[in-house]
T-cell receptor, first 111, second 110 residues
Framework: DTAVSQTPKYLVTQMGNDKSIKCEQN?????MYWYKQDSKKFLKIMFS???????INETVPNRFSPKSPDKAHLNLHINSLELGDSAVYFC??????????FGSGTRLTVV | AQSVTQPDIHITVSEGASLELRCNYS??????LFWYVQSPGQGLQLLLK??????LVQGIKGFEAEFKRSQSSFNLRKPSVHWSDAAEYFC????????FGTGTRLQVFP
């Protein structure tokens, strides 16, 4: 049983398109996150939700909009995709910061 | 500001040799510290974590790490490296969010 699952695993799309990535966790954690890993492997937090409420919103373009319908789900919608959005996006969850569990990642390629 | 430094971008060791990956952090309070491993094309797997207590932490796959507050370090060690340990290793400090170092790529020669 996968603890944090993301879909899709791979996403190839053209510039200007809109796409969504979905994430679900079955660990009962209160907090979920989106991280971006760039081509140099650097991992940076984008957003954090605690029990459906946005608590961390790093400097991310407005084209990125997270949505948490319930505490087990956190989706990421990206409008007007650009070449620079190509990266691996990781979803994660945690309970009070006592360890973070990551999904397997979504590799987004914008062409 | 909170930050994590992994000074070694790339390390090469022979199989069976010992390993130490360095990590230094800057954090205002008592940190929660983590080491993650990422194999090519894979997600992040937690190797070990430190919250409090014993400063020598045992993890999975034979890894251990030692928290040294005076040096703001949390170095990862393994006494004998296996070829399957070749991967990218990330140190992270956390509280309400994880802040990652830039990673150390480990290459293992037979």
């Amino acid at each position: 049983d996968t603890a944090v699952s993301q879909t899709p695993k791979y996403l190839v799309t053209q510039m200007g398109n809109d796409k969504s990535i979905k994430c679900e966790q079955n660990l009962g954690h209160d907090t979920m996150y989106w991280y971006k890993q760039d081509s140099k492997k650097f991992l940076k937090i984008m957003f954090s939700y605690n029990n459906k409420e946005l608590i961390i919103n790093e400097t991310v373009p407005n084209r990125f909009s997270p949505k948490s319908p319930d505490k087990a789900h956190l989706n990421l919608h990206i409008n007007s995709l650009e070449l620079g959005d190509s990266a691996v996006y990781f979803c994660a969850s945690s309970q009070a910061g006592y360890g973070y569990t990551f999904g397997s990642g979504t590799r987004l390629t914008v062409v | 500001a909170q930050s994590v430094t992994q000074p070694d971008i790339h390390i090469t060791v022979s199989e069976g040799a010992s390993l130490e990956l360095r990590c230094n952090y800057s954090y205002g309070a008592t940190p929660y510290l983590f080491w993650y491993v990422q194999s090519p094309g894979q997600g992040l797997q937690l190797l070990l974590k430190y919250f409090s207590g014993d400063t020598l932490v045992q993890g999975i796959k034979g890894f251990e790490a030692e928290f040294k507050r005076s040096q703001s370090s949390f170095n990862l060690r393994k006494p004998s490296v296996h070829w399957s340990d070749a991967a990218e290793y990330f140190c992270a400090v956390g509280g309400d969010k994880l802040i990652f170092g830039t990673g150390t790529r480990l290459q293992v020669f037979p």
